[in-house]
């Protein structure tokens, strides 16, 4: 059974930083693209970055560059985003998703710079993050 169990959210004030963390079980990550999304009130859900283990591959929209970092710790099956400079725009409810093959991941975001919620097909719960200004 595919399981994916996002913790690390929190309320941070503006200009500070969290990790978030996904840990994975159940399926062979080689195969597989994780993705971070988040869905603010209102609003529809949106890629922020994601990470193939087949190639290594990275993606983040443009409105993270430079502040969030996706990595993977395989030993311990866990996906990680360090969020920096956070700001109030990011409060958001994170999801971490999985899809396979890998290159779905990977043929979206280099061919429309973007991460397509449907294409995945196994959702963590969520963890709330909540940037004050």
């Known amino acids: 059974e595919v399981q994916l169990v996002e913790s690390g959210g929190g309320l941070v004030q503006a200009g500070g930083s969290l990790r978030l963390s996904c840990a994975h079980s159940?399926?062979?990550?080689?195969?597989?693209?994780i993705g971070w999304f988040r869905q603010a009130p209102g609003k529809e859900r949106e890629g922020v970055s994601g990470l193939s283990n087949t190639d290594g591959f990275t993606y983040y929209a443009d409105s993270v560059k430079g502040r969030f970092t996706i990595s993977s710790d395989n030993a311990k099956n866990t996906v990680y985003l360090q969020m920096n400079n956070l700001k109030s725009e990011d409060t958001a409810v994170y999801y971490c998703a999985a899809v396979t093959p890998a290159e779905t991941f990977v043929f979206t975001a280099q061919t429309m710079g973007i991460m397509k919620p449907y294409e995945y097909e196994y959702w963590g719960q969520g963890t709330q993050v909540t940037v004050s200004s």
């Open positions: 159940g399926f062979i990550f080689d195969d597989y693209a």
